[in-house]
Protein backbone atom coordinates (compact mmCIF):
# COMPACT_ATOMS: atom_id res chain seq x y z
CA UNK A 1 0.00 0.00 0.00
CA UNK A 2 1.35 3.52 -0.74
CA UNK A 3 0.38 5.21 2.45
CA UNK A 4 1.99 8.60 1.43
CA UNK A 5 -0.43 8.98 -1.17
CA UNK A 6 -3.55 7.31 0.26
CA UNK A 7 -3.27 9.96 3.20
CA UNK A 8 -3.12 12.88 0.55
CA UNK A 9 -6.15 11.74 -0.71
CA UNK A 10 -7.66 11.57 2.47
CA UNK A 11 -6.76 14.51 3.05
CA UNK A 12 -8.30 16.19 0.55
CA UNK A 13 -11.51 14.42 0.96
CA UNK A 14 -11.70 16.16 4.27
CA UNK A 15 -11.70 19.29 3.24
CA UNK A 16 -14.45 18.68 0.87
CA UNK A 17 -17.08 17.71 4.32
CA UNK A 18 -20.20 19.73 4.64
CA UNK A 19 -22.46 19.94 7.65
CA UNK A 20 -23.54 16.85 8.83
CA UNK A 21 -26.73 16.36 10.53
CA UNK A 22 -26.45 13.42 13.05
CA UNK A 23 -28.61 10.28 14.56
CA UNK A 24 -27.11 9.92 18.05
CA UNK A 25 -26.44 13.08 19.54
CA UNK A 26 -23.86 14.60 17.10
CA UNK A 27 -22.99 11.15 15.48
CA UNK A 28 -24.36 8.90 12.60
CA UNK A 29 -25.96 6.00 13.59
CA UNK A 30 -22.64 3.84 11.93
CA UNK A 31 -19.91 4.69 9.39
CA UNK A 32 -19.66 2.98 5.87
CA UNK A 33 -22.69 1.36 3.95
CA UNK A 34 -22.71 -1.82 5.07
CA UNK A 35 -22.82 -0.58 9.02
CA UNK A 36 -25.64 1.70 7.90
CA UNK A 37 -27.56 -0.34 6.57
CA UNK A 38 -27.58 -2.38 9.56
CA UNK A 39 -28.89 -0.37 11.86
CA UNK A 40 -25.34 0.71 12.86
CA UNK A 41 -24.67 -2.99 14.13
CA UNK A 42 -21.28 -3.96 13.61
CA UNK A 43 -19.29 -4.43 17.08
CA UNK A 44 -19.35 -8.45 16.57
CA UNK A 45 -19.75 -8.76 12.54
CA UNK A 46 -17.30 -7.29 10.07
CA UNK A 47 -18.24 -4.92 7.08
CA UNK A 48 -14.76 -5.55 5.66
CA UNK A 49 -12.56 -2.30 5.62
CA UNK A 50 -15.22 -0.01 6.86
CA UNK A 51 -14.88 -1.63 10.16
CA UNK A 52 -11.83 0.64 10.84
CA UNK A 53 -13.63 3.01 13.25
CA UNK A 54 -16.62 0.50 14.53
CA UNK A 55 -14.32 -2.37 16.26
CA UNK A 56 -10.53 -2.15 15.09
CA UNK A 57 -10.40 -6.01 16.31
CA UNK A 58 -12.66 -7.36 13.47
CA UNK A 59 -10.12 -6.04 10.54
CA UNK A 60 -8.68 -9.65 10.93
CA UNK A 61 -11.61 -11.08 9.16
CA UNK A 62 -10.77 -9.27 6.01
CA UNK A 63 -9.42 -11.98 3.96
CA UNK A 64 -7.82 -10.03 1.42
CA UNK A 65 -6.35 -6.81 0.65
CA UNK A 66 -9.51 -4.14 0.66
CA UNK A 67 -10.12 -0.69 -0.30
CA UNK A 68 -13.97 1.08 0.78
CA UNK A 69 -14.54 4.74 -0.29
CA UNK A 70 -17.73 6.41 -1.01
CA UNK A 71 -19.95 8.72 1.07
CA UNK A 72 -23.42 10.08 2.39
CA UNK A 73 -25.47 12.23 1.30
CA UNK A 74 -27.45 13.23 4.48
CA UNK A 75 -30.75 15.42 4.53
CA UNK A 76 -32.25 16.67 7.61
CA UNK A 77 -35.58 18.65 7.97
CA UNK A 78 -35.20 20.94 10.84
CA UNK A 79 -38.42 23.12 11.70
CA UNK A 80 -38.32 25.93 14.23
CA UNK A 81 -41.06 28.23 16.27
CA UNK A 82 -40.60 30.44 19.34
CA UNK A 83 -43.60 31.67 20.30
CA UNK A 84 -47.18 30.50 21.23
CA UNK A 85 -47.76 30.62 17.48
CA UNK A 86 -47.06 27.65 15.12
CA UNK A 87 -45.64 29.39 12.29
CA UNK A 88 -42.27 27.03 12.04
CA UNK A 89 -39.63 27.91 10.18
CA UNK A 90 -37.17 25.41 8.47
CA UNK A 91 -33.53 25.12 8.44
CA UNK A 92 -31.52 26.41 5.27
CA UNK A 93 -29.20 23.86 6.61
CA UNK A 94 -30.79 20.43 4.76
CA UNK A 95 -28.53 18.54 2.85
CA UNK A 96 -24.27 17.91 3.27
CA UNK A 97 -21.78 14.79 1.97
CA UNK A 98 -19.91 12.96 4.11
CA UNK A 99 -17.32 11.35 2.43
CA UNK A 100 -15.20 8.09 4.03
CA UNK A 101 -12.49 5.81 3.00
CA UNK A 102 -10.73 2.72 4.36
CA UNK A 103 -7.71 0.58 3.87
CA UNK A 104 -7.32 -2.65 5.22
CA UNK A 105 -3.98 -5.11 4.57
CA UNK A 106 -2.50 -8.33 6.43
CA UNK A 107 1.19 -6.97 7.22
CA UNK A 108 2.58 -9.97 9.20
CA UNK A 109 1.13 -13.52 9.89
CA UNK A 110 -1.85 -12.87 12.35
CA UNK A 111 -1.18 -8.74 11.97
CA UNK A 112 -3.42 -6.12 10.68
CA UNK A 113 -2.80 -2.87 9.38
CA UNK A 114 -5.86 -0.03 8.20
CA UNK A 115 -6.12 3.43 7.64
CA UNK A 116 -9.59 5.22 7.45
CA UNK A 117 -11.17 8.49 7.14
CA UNK A 118 -14.63 9.42 8.21
CA UNK A 119 -16.67 12.05 8.48
CA UNK A 120 -18.49 11.03 11.63
CA UNK A 121 -20.27 13.58 13.33
CA UNK A 122 -21.89 17.02 12.97
CA UNK A 123 -24.82 19.46 14.29
CA UNK A 124 -25.98 22.74 13.24
CA UNK A 125 -29.09 24.75 11.74
CA UNK A 126 -29.12 27.65 9.22
CA UNK A 127 -32.06 30.54 9.92
CA UNK A 128 -30.08 33.29 8.78
CA UNK A 129 -33.07 34.97 7.13
CA UNK A 130 -35.27 34.51 9.94
CA UNK A 131 -35.43 37.45 12.81
CA UNK A 132 -37.91 35.83 14.87
CA UNK A 133 -35.63 32.41 15.15
CA UNK A 134 -32.18 35.28 16.04
CA UNK A 135 -31.27 34.29 12.93
CA UNK A 136 -29.20 31.65 14.44
CA UNK A 137 -26.81 29.95 12.30
CA UNK A 138 -24.83 26.88 13.89
CA UNK A 139 -22.04 24.63 12.06
CA UNK A 140 -20.07 21.84 13.91
CA UNK A 141 -18.32 19.44 11.82
CA UNK A 142 -15.98 16.39 13.03
CA UNK A 143 -13.65 14.20 10.76
CA UNK A 144 -11.58 10.90 12.45
CA UNK A 145 -8.56 9.68 10.85
CA UNK A 146 -7.92 6.51 12.60
CA UNK A 147 -4.83 3.66 12.50
CA UNK A 148 -6.04 0.30 13.74
CA UNK A 149 -3.46 -2.45 14.64
CA UNK A 150 -5.00 -5.82 15.05
CA UNK A 151 -4.21 -9.13 16.46
CA UNK A 152 -5.26 -12.58 15.62
CA UNK A 153 -4.65 -15.52 17.52
CA UNK A 154 -7.02 -18.68 16.95
CA UNK A 155 -10.43 -17.44 17.49
CA UNK A 156 -9.52 -14.42 19.50
CA UNK A 157 -8.78 -10.87 17.96
CA UNK A 158 -7.27 -7.57 19.17
CA UNK A 159 -7.00 -4.49 17.85
CA UNK A 160 -5.98 -0.66 19.07
CA UNK A 161 -6.67 2.45 16.86
CA UNK A 162 -5.07 5.46 17.25
CA UNK A 163 -7.72 8.51 16.47
CA UNK A 164 -6.73 11.91 15.15
CA UNK A 165 -9.98 14.06 14.69
CA UNK A 166 -10.69 17.41 12.85
CA UNK A 167 -13.51 19.59 14.33
CA UNK A 168 -14.66 22.81 13.29
CA UNK A 169 -17.00 25.36 14.95
CA UNK A 170 -18.73 28.02 14.46
CA UNK A 171 -21.60 30.24 16.31
CA UNK A 172 -23.96 33.00 14.49
CA UNK A 173 -26.88 35.10 16.53
CA UNK A 174 -28.58 38.46 16.60
CA UNK A 175 -29.17 38.90 19.93
CA UNK A 176 -32.93 40.67 20.73
CA UNK A 177 -31.50 43.89 22.54
CA UNK A 178 -30.14 45.90 19.45
CA UNK A 179 -27.57 47.08 22.13
CA UNK A 180 -25.81 43.44 21.90
CA UNK A 181 -26.92 42.94 18.50
CA UNK A 182 -24.52 40.71 16.46
CA UNK A 183 -23.16 37.42 18.59
CA UNK A 184 -20.09 35.76 16.81
CA UNK A 185 -16.49 35.03 17.01
CA UNK A 186 -16.42 33.35 13.70
CA UNK A 187 -15.30 29.52 12.86
CA UNK A 188 -12.73 28.48 14.77
CA UNK A 189 -10.56 24.57 13.92
CA UNK A 190 -9.12 22.02 16.39
CA UNK A 191 -7.04 19.04 16.43
CA UNK A 192 -7.93 16.37 19.03
CA UNK A 193 -6.29 12.44 20.10
CA UNK A 194 -7.82 9.65 20.87
CA UNK A 195 -7.70 5.55 21.24
CA UNK A 196 -10.26 2.95 20.34
CA UNK A 197 -9.82 -0.73 21.41
CA UNK A 198 -11.56 -3.90 20.67
CA UNK A 199 -11.96 -7.61 20.83
CA UNK A 200 -14.13 -10.05 19.06
CA UNK A 201 -14.36 -14.08 20.10
CA UNK A 202 -15.51 -16.44 17.20
CA UNK A 203 -16.73 -19.53 18.46
CA UNK A 204 -16.53 -21.36 15.32
CA UNK A 205 -20.67 -21.84 15.17
CA UNK A 206 -21.71 -18.73 13.09
CA UNK A 207 -21.49 -16.90 16.89
CA UNK A 208 -19.59 -13.81 17.61
CA UNK A 209 -19.16 -11.77 20.15
CA UNK A 210 -17.44 -8.44 20.28
CA UNK A 211 -16.60 -5.35 23.05
CA UNK A 212 -14.83 -1.58 22.03
CA UNK A 213 -14.08 1.26 23.58
CA UNK A 214 -13.24 4.23 22.54
CA UNK A 215 -12.07 7.48 24.33
CA UNK A 216 -12.75 10.67 25.24
CA UNK A 217 -11.54 13.26 22.73
CA UNK A 218 -10.25 16.73 23.79
CA UNK A 219 -11.04 19.43 21.57
CA UNK A 220 -11.23 23.33 22.27
CA UNK A 221 -13.02 26.16 19.72
CA UNK A 222 -10.87 29.14 20.62
CA UNK A 223 -14.06 32.01 21.60
CA UNK A 224 -16.62 30.26 19.54
CA UNK A 225 -18.46 28.83 23.27
CA UNK A 226 -17.52 31.57 25.66
CA UNK A 227 -18.56 34.75 22.92
CA UNK A 228 -21.78 32.76 22.28
CA UNK A 229 -22.53 32.34 26.02
CA UNK A 230 -21.93 36.11 26.97
CA UNK A 231 -24.45 37.58 26.89
CA UNK A 232 -26.18 35.13 29.17
CA UNK A 233 -23.26 34.43 31.53
CA UNK A 234 -24.79 37.28 33.82
CA UNK A 235 -27.85 34.92 34.77
CA UNK A 236 -28.39 33.31 37.63
CA UNK A 237 -27.59 29.81 37.83
CA UNK A 238 -25.99 30.03 34.43
CA UNK A 239 -23.00 27.09 33.68
CA UNK A 240 -19.70 28.09 33.46
CA UNK A 241 -18.97 27.39 29.80
CA UNK A 242 -15.72 27.21 28.53
CA UNK A 243 -14.35 26.76 24.56
CA UNK A 244 -13.93 23.29 25.36
CA UNK A 245 -16.35 20.70 23.58
CA UNK A 246 -14.97 16.97 24.01
CA UNK A 247 -16.27 14.25 21.91
CA UNK A 248 -18.02 12.10 24.24
CA UNK A 249 -16.41 8.28 24.74
CA UNK A 250 -18.37 5.38 23.88
CA UNK A 251 -18.31 1.88 25.31
CA UNK A 252 -20.50 -1.50 23.25
CA UNK A 253 -20.60 -4.69 23.41
CA UNK A 254 -21.98 -6.06 20.24
CA UNK A 255 -23.29 -10.31 18.92
CA UNK A 256 -23.54 -11.77 15.93
CA UNK A 257 -24.84 -15.16 14.55
CA UNK A 258 -24.62 -16.41 10.85
CA UNK A 259 -26.81 -19.06 10.18
CA UNK A 260 -26.56 -20.32 6.26
CA UNK A 261 -27.36 -16.94 4.26
CA UNK A 262 -28.71 -15.22 7.23
CA UNK A 263 -26.89 -13.47 9.46
CA UNK A 264 -28.40 -11.30 12.82
CA UNK A 265 -26.72 -9.09 14.33
CA UNK A 266 -26.93 -6.47 17.88
CA UNK A 267 -24.90 -3.83 19.16
CA UNK A 268 -25.81 -1.76 22.68
CA UNK A 269 -23.36 0.73 23.37
CA UNK A 270 -23.31 3.94 25.99
CA UNK A 271 -22.20 7.19 24.76
CA UNK A 272 -21.05 9.08 27.56
CA UNK A 273 -22.26 12.94 26.85
CA UNK A 274 -23.32 14.24 30.63
CA UNK A 275 -18.70 13.45 31.19
CA UNK A 276 -17.58 15.80 28.08
CA UNK A 277 -16.72 19.13 28.71
CA UNK A 278 -19.60 21.78 26.71
CA UNK A 279 -22.26 18.99 26.63
CA UNK A 280 -22.44 18.92 30.38
CA UNK A 281 -22.61 22.12 30.62
CA UNK A 282 -25.28 22.51 28.18
CA UNK A 283 -27.22 19.61 30.22
CA UNK A 284 -26.76 16.51 27.77
CA UNK A 285 -27.37 13.25 29.27
CA UNK A 286 -25.71 10.14 28.72
CA UNK A 287 -27.51 7.85 25.86
CA UNK A 288 -27.93 4.47 25.29
CA UNK A 289 -27.97 2.91 21.68
CA UNK A 290 -29.30 -0.21 20.38
CA UNK A 291 -28.99 -1.43 17.05
CA UNK A 292 -30.35 -4.32 15.48
CA UNK A 293 -29.40 -5.73 11.99
CA UNK A 294 -30.53 -8.27 9.63
CA UNK A 295 -28.35 -9.39 6.35
CA UNK A 296 -29.32 -12.03 3.61
CA UNK A 297 -26.37 -12.79 1.60
CA UNK A 298 -26.69 -15.20 -1.54
CA UNK A 299 -23.91 -15.68 -4.27
CA UNK A 300 -23.10 -12.26 -5.37
CA UNK A 301 -25.30 -9.79 -3.77
CA UNK A 302 -26.54 -9.14 -0.14
CA UNK A 303 -29.63 -7.57 1.67
CA UNK A 304 -29.97 -5.51 4.54
CA UNK A 305 -32.34 -4.06 6.75
CA UNK A 306 -32.04 -2.50 10.23
CA UNK A 307 -33.34 -0.35 13.23
CA UNK A 308 -31.51 1.57 15.63
CA UNK A 309 -32.74 3.70 19.09
CA UNK A 310 -30.94 6.39 20.86
CA UNK A 311 -32.39 7.51 23.96
CA UNK A 312 -32.58 11.47 24.68
CA UNK A 313 -29.73 13.27 24.76
CA UNK A 314 -30.97 16.75 25.60
CA UNK A 315 -32.36 18.17 28.79
CA UNK A 316 -35.70 19.79 28.99
CA UNK A 317 -35.43 22.66 31.89
CA UNK A 318 -38.61 24.57 33.14
CA UNK A 319 -37.87 27.82 31.61
CA UNK A 320 -40.34 29.33 33.51
CA UNK A 321 -40.56 31.77 36.40
CA UNK A 322 -37.27 32.59 37.59
CA UNK A 323 -35.64 29.67 35.56
CA UNK A 324 -33.19 31.88 32.96
CA UNK A 325 -30.62 30.03 32.94
CA UNK A 326 -32.64 26.61 32.29
CA UNK A 327 -34.33 28.92 29.53
CA UNK A 328 -31.49 30.07 27.71
CA UNK A 329 -29.95 26.46 27.57
CA UNK A 330 -33.52 24.94 26.10
CA UNK A 331 -33.04 27.91 23.18
CA UNK A 332 -29.39 27.20 22.50
CA UNK A 333 -30.04 23.44 22.07
CA UNK A 334 -33.39 23.32 20.61
CA UNK A 335 -32.82 26.65 18.29
CA UNK A 336 -28.89 25.88 17.31
CA UNK A 337 -28.00 22.00 18.29
CA UNK A 338 -31.27 20.33 17.97
CA UNK A 339 -29.69 16.42 18.37
CA UNK A 340 -33.59 14.81 19.30
CA UNK A 341 -33.70 12.21 16.43
CA UNK A 342 -34.69 8.90 18.01
CA UNK A 343 -35.40 6.24 15.76
CA UNK A 344 -34.03 5.44 12.83
CA UNK A 345 -34.77 2.67 9.77
CA UNK A 346 -32.12 1.77 7.95
CA UNK A 347 -32.16 -0.52 4.13
CA UNK A 348 -29.32 -1.83 2.03
CA UNK A 349 -27.33 -3.95 -0.44
CA UNK A 350 -24.22 -5.03 -2.18
CA UNK A 351 -23.60 -5.95 -5.43
CA UNK A 352 -20.57 -7.93 -6.26
CA UNK A 353 -19.75 -6.93 -10.16
CA UNK A 354 -16.49 -9.26 -9.93
CA UNK A 355 -14.79 -11.14 -7.31
CA UNK A 356 -12.48 -8.27 -6.84
CA UNK A 357 -15.00 -5.22 -6.95
CA UNK A 358 -18.58 -4.60 -5.57
CA UNK A 359 -20.61 -1.67 -4.12
CA UNK A 360 -23.41 -1.23 -1.03
CA UNK A 361 -26.17 1.23 -0.58
CA UNK A 362 -27.32 2.13 2.89
CA UNK A 363 -30.77 4.33 3.05
CA UNK A 364 -31.81 6.09 6.50
CA UNK A 365 -34.69 7.25 7.84
CA UNK A 366 -35.26 9.16 10.99
CA UNK A 367 -39.18 10.11 11.28
CA UNK A 368 -40.24 13.47 12.34
CA UNK A 369 -40.05 14.17 16.45
CA UNK A 370 -41.40 17.08 17.87
CA UNK A 371 -39.81 18.56 20.92
CA UNK A 372 -41.37 21.78 23.14
CA UNK A 373 -39.10 23.36 25.54
CA UNK A 374 -40.19 26.67 28.12
CA UNK A 375 -38.64 29.89 27.42
CA UNK A 376 -40.53 32.35 28.76
CA UNK A 377 -38.07 33.41 31.44
CA UNK A 378 -36.21 35.02 28.87
CA UNK A 379 -39.24 37.06 27.85
CA UNK A 380 -38.56 36.14 23.94
CA UNK A 381 -41.84 34.10 23.87
CA UNK A 382 -43.97 31.39 25.77
CA UNK A 383 -41.98 28.57 24.07
CA UNK A 384 -39.59 26.93 21.85
CA UNK A 385 -40.90 23.99 19.13
CA UNK A 386 -38.49 21.91 17.04
CA UNK A 387 -39.74 19.07 14.59
CA UNK A 388 -36.66 16.86 13.41
CA UNK A 389 -36.89 14.58 10.74
CA UNK A 390 -33.45 13.09 8.68
CA UNK A 391 -33.39 11.00 5.02
CA UNK A 392 -29.75 9.91 4.20
CA UNK A 393 -28.01 7.79 1.51
CA UNK A 394 -24.48 6.35 1.52
CA UNK A 395 -23.15 4.84 -1.96
CA UNK A 396 -19.49 2.88 -1.44
CA UNK A 397 -17.61 0.60 -3.65
CA UNK A 398 -14.87 -1.73 -2.63
CA UNK A 399 -12.15 -3.62 -4.35
CA UNK A 400 -9.85 -6.93 -2.90
CA UNK A 401 -6.10 -6.59 -4.17
Same mark, same amino acid.
Given at each position: ?? =??????????????????Y????D??? $???????????A???????? &???????????????????? $??????????? !????T???????? +? =????????V??? *??P? *??????????? $????????????M??????? #????????????????I?????????????????????????????????????S???????N @?G??????????????Y? @????T?????????? %?????? !??????????G???? %?????????????????????KE???? +?? +???? =??Y &??????W?????????????? *????????M?????NM??? #???????K????????????? @? %?S? !???????? &????????S??????? *????????????????K?
Amino acid at each position: MK =IDNLGKSLLVLSLGVSLSYATNGDTLI $GVGAKTRAMGGAGIALSHGA &ESTLVNPALITLVKDNQISF $GGTIFIPTIKT !DIGPTNSYKQSDA +D =ISVIPEVAVVSQ *IMPN *IYLGVGMYGTA $GMGTDFRDNTSLMKMETTLQ #LMQFAVPVAYKSGNFSIGVSPILQYGSLDIYYTHPNPRIGTVSSGQTQDFGFGVSVGATYDFN @NGFIVGAVYKSKIKMKYK @NVLTTATAPFKALPN %FPDIKD !DLDQPAEAGVGVSYN %FGNHTIALDYKKIFWSDAAGYKEFGWK +DQ +DVVA =IGY &EYAKDNWALRVGYNYGSEVIK *INSGTGTDMAGAALNMFNL #LGFPATAKHHFTAGGTYEFTK @N %FSA !DLALVYSP &EVTTTAKISALGMGDE *IKNKHSEFGATIQFNYKF
